[in-house]
């Protein structure tokens, strides 16, 4: 500080210069000596300096300054003398503000600086006189010619001749640069009108085109000449090269300009601690120039180094990291200002200095550098501090506060201090507050909070609190952050520094510590209902001062509660309110103060079971747990916990879990019985079908004679055989159902059709045991519904074989479905399974649904099966979101319900037969079974048909008179095959005898017609509807009738002419059994034995060779899932379209599935059904179809 006083007075004493700093960007004074103050006695700290002067900045340096460390200027009638000197020099003002620091002085002429003017006077007065070229023109009459010239290169101008077109040849000869300036500044109209305004000599430096190719620097000047004869306006243009004289010209500035450079680098030596140096690139010469303090004054003392750049590197001087810096300086290859560590005489510590310095060139070659070398140690040191300062309070900033402003509460506007929120805001740093304040809430602030966010940041209303505050004000809201997320920010504001007409207002943001705080009140929370809710009541006690306290634990934290009372009193008193009586010893035991610390000297805690009240007032008694714990222990205080709970309810689940345990233990071994009487059964079941076919092949191989004998035994075998696959598909199903992996599938599919399979199939088994079957099906059941087909079809098969199966001959069977009730799209669709068998005993019932379970194991029957068939179905049922019952009495039957809920298709509209197809028909419905007739009776009256219907065959042929006596006869009659007394084809016949061929005869019947068609052909029956009866049945059966057609019935077997089948298969039993029955009906067969020779063999046969391909699944090398995907694959034309019929042991819907998706045409189960078989081959090779349907 008293060197900047020093300073200060020095540069007061220095009457004759005005010395002042301003700021670059705004030119505002930062320091002025006395010489500016007597200038201009209004100047000030902070006055602007063309404010200050206006008028007379034209030749300020500051204006021209550009990138230069340094400009001066000479400035004529200036508030400082009529010729003065301006020097502006950039520098840091207190090492930290970018200003000029300038200077203004008299200007002198120096001795070198006369010469150099008087030799440049005499040079442009012996240039004024001398030409090459002179042209003398009549600017009125646009006519010149020449008086002395050189000719512009190859462009060879006239020797007179148009003016305008001189100009347009000479314009052709001019660099680019100057070429619309020539022709502006010497066109004839701009002559004219420049003479008119009184300019009467016109002058262009401008580059053109020499002889030598190059361009030259020429001066041409234009000078109006005196007219005495006549009014036209003549001039003489006068041009000629001056090269030398622009060479001559920036000489004289390099010269002047270091003149300039020496004056103010001595006079800044010897004011200032800088070094001044002149550095000979060429000779590596460095002379330095430094001021010193001789006898009481400033002196400059000389110092020269050569060879330097190589002594500074082999001394050392400068450090090594900087000398390339140094080098690249001095050579003039860097030419900003560099900052180093180099060594001075006068230490050998290594200091900072800046080397300032500006090139002079000669020839264009960097000849001396002029600078000054400015020890920078203390700014260096100080730039580090303030960089770690920084570093610092940035970072303290920037973790904690987005936004520091200043309100100014009389002028409501604020200035910004610091602020790091994001371009989003564009918040202005100063402005009008309440308008920011809108602005702000609507823009960034959350909805929930931009209400209390506006209110509470009114100016009126901030006063209004910080009034009513001793310290400060805070608001809690949620701003949008720079990431596009609302965060939690903390708004405080209070009184900047005291002064009640500023208020300094902050946004920190505080979502970590709102988060922190939110974590730690769900903790509290949590901690609080694990503590409820792991204990009822605890307590810290002293055993030595006798005092106890609750802990009481809430969403606040946890509290100790006085109890008033002593810890023996509250013993004694819960001894007597709270615990039973046959508990009180045992407690007064456990909580013996005396005996507690010798206890829990080794355990850390003891804990006892008691029964006591819930509540004083209670008389209910639970199980409570009471736990002792060590907490402290000092010289006067041994600290113990209580911790109580209500363990009733567990010891209630205790008791519960024992129990059940039991049970399950009960029950594990009764499953182990039942797994073991499975597996002995099954060895049985098993091995008794197996014994079967063993010995019948044994038997037929002894009897290859006996075509008789060996029919019996094949017969016998294939019972077997059959007997053994339902074995093997009740297990998988059982064990696919436990192993979770029956899925349901949800497709729409025709019910009517599926009733009908399942009708056939029994009827025909029916049939064979001499039972009546009937299918009563709801009137007007719509035809389709969603659901799975294959379970639900699994289901009655299952109830209807046992139905069969356990019913004596005579008996009867039936299936009856309806629809018992609605909700939204899903009908609740019923199945009743009901035969006249032997029924199920009461105790059986219970278990029927148990896995393994069979009610007779010594029945006497000869398979009994493996107990899983009504398991299967029940979980079936169940997997489809239903339910199952039965009802059965011994000796009467059994009747099973299955409710299965299925979203139905449209109702089927009734079949209307129309006048031209069939006409008015009269129909008689004979069966034994009203509810048929009467079903029959429905449909025919919907299809606008008349019928009458009896029960009996007497009734059927006294109706049959009675009409033919009233000329009114029968046109169809749809008779039951199997009706007691006379049957159905008896009747046909006695029909015939009376009514003649007049009257259809239909035969309804569950059974295969095949089996009856040539014995009703010959009674007269003329066609036959499958039971049960639809509409469409009926509707087909009278069509056909009316039109003679005969009924359709499939074909028991098919016929095949040669087509070529390829097999692969890789067992060869196999493979040998399948070629027999392929070439037994007429097929080729080619062989396989894996995936990869059928894509071989596939590959090479010409295009249709092959008609199908049988596909074995499971095979070596290549599987035929991956044969067929290589097959599709193939590039011919049969690749896509030729069929593939798998063959697989795999039963399960998902691996048919599977086999469609891959590409398969067709899928047929192991062992192989030949009538599925051929059925299917029939559909692909002689019906066209390109999926196998059975």
Same mark, same amino acid.
């Given at each position: 500080m008293l060197y900047l006083e020093q300073l200060e007075k020095i540069l007061n004493h220095i009457t004759s210069i005005g010395i002042y700093v301003v700021r670059r960007d705004t030119h505002e004074m930062l320091y002025f000596n006395e010489r500016v103050r007597a200038v201009a006695p209004d100047v000030r700290i902070g006055s602007v300096c063309h404010e200050l002067w206006a008028g007379t900045c034209s030749n300020c340096p500051l204006l021209s300054i550009g990138d230069q460390e340094s400009h001066t200027t000479v400035s004529y009638n200036d508030p400082f003398g009529d010729m003065v000197d301006i020097t502006a020099t950039k520098m840091l003002? =207190? /090492?930290?503000?970018?200003?000029?620091?300038? $200077?203004v002085g008299p200007h002198t002429l120096t001795k070198r600086e006369q010469e150099l003017e008087w030799g440049r006077r005499r040079m442009l007065q012996a240039l004024s006189c001398v030409y090459s070229m002179v042209i003398y023109v009549n600017l009125t009459r646009n006519s010149f010619f020449m008086v002395e010239y050189e000719r512009f290169d190859t462009k060879q101008a006239p020797d007179e001749g148009n003016f305008d077109e001189l100009i347009e040849i000479g314009a052709q000869t001019m660099h680019p640069d100057f070429r619309e300036q020539f022709k502006n500044t010497f066109s004839r109209k701009?002559? %004219? /009108?420049?003479? =008119?305004?009184?300019?009467?000599?016109?002058?262009?430096?401008?580059?053109q085109l020499g002889d030598d190719g190059e361009y030259h620097w020429t001066m041409t000047r234009v000078v109006q000449v005196e007219n005495p004869i006549?009014?036209?306006?003549?001039?003489?243009? #006068?041009?000629?090269?001056?090269?030398?004289?622009?060479? %001559?010209?920036?000489? #004289?500035?390099?010269?002047?300009?270091?003149?300039?450079?020496?004056?103010?680098?001595?006079?800044?030596? /010897?004011?200032?601690?800088?070094?001044?140096?002149?550095y000979n690139v060429a000779?590596?010469? !460095?002379?330095?120039? /430094?001021?010193?303090?001789?006898? &009481? =004054?400033?002196r400059t003392q000389r110092m020269v180094l050569r060879g330097y750049l190589e002594r500074i590197e082999t001394l050392g001087i400068v450090h090594p990291d900087y000398f390339d810096q140094m080098r690249c300086k001095l050579s003039g290859r860097t030419l900003d200002d560099v900052e180093i560590r180099m060594k001075t005489p006068h230490t050998q510590e290594y200091r900072w200095f800046r080397v300032h310095g500006n090139m002079v060139y000669e020839n264009n070659r960097p000849a001396l550098v002029i600078g000054m070398l400015r020890d920078i140690t203390h700014i260096k040191q100080l730039e580090l501090e303030r960089e770690s300062l920084e570093r610092i309070c940035n970072f303290t900033v920037n973790q904690d506060y987005n936004l520091v402003a200043i309100i100014e509460v009389p002028t409501e506007t604020y200035a910004i201090r610091f602020c790091s929120l994001g371009p989003i805001y564009h918040i202005p740093h100063a402005g009008a507050y309440p308008e920011q304040v809108a602005r702000i809430a609507q823009l960034a602030v959350y909805p929930d909070d931009r209400g209390e966010f506006i209110s509470q940041l009114d100016l009126p209303t901030l006063i209004s609190h910080l009034e009513q505050s001793d310290e400060e004000c805070r608001l809690y809201c949620r701003i949008l952050s720079n990431d596009g997320a609302f965060r939690w920010k903390r708004v405080r504001f209070t009184y900047y520094e005291g002064d009640q007409t500023h208020i300094l207002l902050t946004i920190q943001d505080v979502q970590e510590v709102r988060e922190a705080k939110d974590r730690e009140l769900v903790s509290n929370r949590i901690f609080a209902t694990a503590f409820r809710d792991l204990y009822d009541q605890v307590f810290e006690a002293d055993l030595i001062t006798n005092e106890i306290h609750e802990i009481i634990c809430d969403e606040d934290g946890i509290q100790r509660v006085p109890t008033g009372r002593t810890l023996q009193e509250v013993i004694d008193y819960r001894c007597e309110h709270l615990i039973h009586p046959d508990f009180r010893r045992q407690y007064m035991q456990e909580m013996d103060m005396d005996t507690i610390p010798e206890r829990l000297a080794n355990t850390a805690s003891s804990y006892f079971e008691i029964q006591r009240k819930t509540t004083f007032t209670s008389d209910l008694y639970h199980w409570y747990s009471i736990q #002792?714990? !060590? #907490?402290?222990?000092?010289?006067?205080?041994?600290?113990i916990m209580l911790y109580m709970r209500d363990i009733d309810q567990t010891r209630r689940e205790d008791e519960r879990n024992k129990r059940a345990l039991r049970d399950a233990l009960v029950l594990a071994r009764d499953a182990n019985r039942a797994k073991t009487d499975f597996i002995s059964r099954m060895s049985h079941d098993i091995r008794t079908p197996m014994n079967a076919i063993i010995g019948m092949t044994t038997i037929a191989a002894a009897n290859l004679g006996n075509k008789a004998k060996i029919s019996d035994c094949l017969q016998k075998i294939d019972v077997s055989a059959k007997f053994l696959l339902s074995l093997i598909n009740d297990i998988l199903d059982m064990s696919k159902i436990e192993s979770g992996k029956v899925v349901i599938a949800r497709r729409e599919f025709n019910f009517h059709r599926m009733i009908h399979g399942i009708s056939s199939v029994f009827g025909q088994q029916a049939a064979q045991k001499h039972l009546a079957f009937n299918v009563y099906l709801e009137e007007n059941f719509p035809l389709t519904c969603m659901g799975d087909e294959l379970r639900i079809n699994q289901v009655l098969m299952n109830l209807l074989g046992n139905a069969v199966k356990f019913t004596p001959e005579g008996g009867r069977v039936s299936l009856r479905i309806e629809r018992k009730k609605a909700k939204e799209h899903i009908t609740l669709v019923r199945f009743e399974v009901e035969d006249t068998g032997i029924g199920i005993s009461p105790e059986f019932q219970k278990r029927i649904f148990d896995p393994f379970e069979?009610? +007779? =194991?010594?029945? @006497?029957?000869? !398979?009994? &099966? $493996? @107990?899983?068939?009504?398991?299967? $179905?029940?979980?079936?049922?169940? %997997?489809?979101?239903?339910?199952? +019952?039965?009802e059965s009495e011994l000796g009467q039957g059994t009747r099973f319900i299955v409710e299965l809920p299925l979203e139905l298709g449209e109702t089927a509209e009734p079949v209307a037969v129309g006048s031209e197809s069939i006409g008015h028909l009269r129909v008689l419905i004979v069966d034994d079974d009203v509810i048929t007739c009467e079903h029959t009776q429905t449909i025919l009256l919907h299809m606008g048909l008349e019928s009458v219907w009896v029960t009996s065959g007497e009734q059927a042929l006294r109706e049959l008179r009675e009409a033919r006596a009233k000329n009114q006869n029968y046109d169809v009659a749809f008779i039951d095959w199997k009706i007691p007394g006379m049957d159905g084809l008896e009747i046909a016949r006695r029909m015939r005898e009376l009514a003649g061929p007049e009257t259809l005869a239909i035969i309804m019947s569950a059974y295969d017609w095949a089996q009856i068609e040539t014995e009703a052909r010959a009674a007269g029956v003329d066609h036959f509807i499958s039971k049960p009866i639809f509409p469409e049945s009926v509707h087909n059966a009278l069509s056909r009738a009316m039109q003679d057609a005969p009924s359709a019935q499939e074909p028991d077997s098919f016929q095949f002419c040669g087509e070529r089948i390829l097999l692969v298969e890789d067992n060869e039993i196999n493979m040998e059994i399948a070629r027999t029955l392929l070439e037994m009906q007429g097929l080729t067969v080619d062989g396989a034995c894996n995936g990869q020779e059928a894509v071989d063999k596939f590959q090479a046969s010409e295009l249709g060779y092959y008609r199908v391909i049988l596909m074995d699944i499971r095979m070596p090398v290549m599987d035929g899932v991956t044969a067929t995907q290589k097959i599709r694959a193939l590039p011919r034309a049969d690749a896509e379209t030729v069929p593939i019929i798998a063959m697989t042991a795999n039963a399960f819907q998902e691996d048919e599935e599977f086999a469609a998706q891959m590409g398969m045409n067709g899928y047929l189960i192991k062992p192989i059904d030949t009538k599925s078989l051929f059925k299917g081959l029939n559909q692909l090779l002689n019906q066209g179809l390109t999926q196998m349907y059975i």
């Open positions: 003002w =207190a /090492e930290e503000i970018p200003a000029y620091i300038i $200077t701009r002559l %004219l /009108e420049q003479f =008119a305004k009184g300019e009467t000599n016109i002058y262009m430096e401008h580059r006549n009014n036209d306006v003549l001039e003489i243009t #006068l041009s000629h090269n001056i090269d030398r004289e622009k060479q %001559l010209e920036e000489k #004289l500035k390099v010269q002047h300009e270091m003149e300039r450079e020496r004056i103010r680098y001595q006079t800044a030596v /010897e004011s200032t601690d800088e070094v001044m140096f002149e000779e590596d010469l !460095f002379t330095a120039f /430094e001021g010193i303090v001789q006898d &009481g =004054a400033r #002792l714990q !060590f #907490l402290s222990e000092s010289q006067d205080s041994y600290k069979q009610e +007779s =194991a010594s029945s @006497g029957r000869v !398979f009994e &099966g $493996t @107990g899983l068939g009504m398991t299967i $179905t029940q979980n079936l049922v169940l %997997l489809m979101d239903g339910r199952i +019952s039965l």
